[in-house]
């Protein structure tokens, strides 16, 4: 382990840093996991190491890198490793981290880009309830985060996706977004969703 953290130190080839970054995540070890995590923080290390050391403390199974990686986002200072840092959260199934996600979602200080990483992250984890989607939708008023919300209640399967992108449909009156949500329902085979295009059609 010494011998891998000597040449990711001192090694000027990022290939080989790279490689010793990987070889430390594949030593599952909490030695391997502190080195990583010590990359993944430090402002003076470049910015595609500090990416692929988030990424694999996102893989690795430590408990520790979980509330390391949140505590470590609020201290990052670009958006290339914040996103980074919400798909490596992703990653870690079963921590609770979908409702920090929604929650950076919500925040008005972060960039559009990076809210809509934190949308689609924890869309992909059956962790985040429809309604969570729901109510950011209804408290956004951001159409871009509305649009991202729609697409991840398009991927739900649950008849309450399906109920939010009707009301959507029906009550939304921003032309563009109600656009959206009737073209991802017309993915759908709900039979609410004919009558809904039947009630447009002769609307």
């Not at 011998?3 to 990711?8: G, K, M, S, T, V």
């Not at 199974?61 to 290339?80: A, H, I, M, T, V």
């Not at 689609?120 to 951001?142: K, P």
């Amino acid at each position: 382990l010494r011998a891998i953290e000597d040449i990711l130190n001192n090694s000027s080839d990022r290939k080989v840093q790279e490689n010793a970054i990987f070889a430390l995540n594949q030593h599952n070890s909490p030695r391997a996991s502190a080195i990583l995590r010590s990359w993944a923080e430090s402002n003076s290390r470049p910015a595609d190491l500090r990416k692929n050391a988030i990424f694999h403390l996102g893989q690795n199974r430590d408990s520790q890198n979980g509330p390391f990686l949140r505590e470590l986002y609020g201290k990052l200072p670009s958006r290339e490793l914040k996103e980074q840092v919400l798909f490596a959260l992703s990653q870690r199934r079963g921590e609770g981290h979908e409702q920090w996600m929604m929650q950076v979602a919500l925040d008005e200080s972060e960039s559009i880009d990076v809210r809509k990483s934190a949308i689609h992250w924890a869309g992909q984890s059956r962790g985040t309830a429809v309604a969570d989607f729901a109510r950011l939708y209804d408290q956004s008023r951001n159409r871009e985060i509305k649009n991202q919300v729609i697409f991840a209640l398009s991927q739900r399967r649950e008849t309450a996706a399906v109920d939010k992108l009707l009301d959507i449909a029906r009550r939304e009156t921003d032309r563009e977004l109600k656009k959206s949500a009737i073209f991802w329902l017309g993915q759908s085979k709900d039979p609410r969703v004919q009558q809904l295009l039947l009630e447009i059609i002769s609307g």
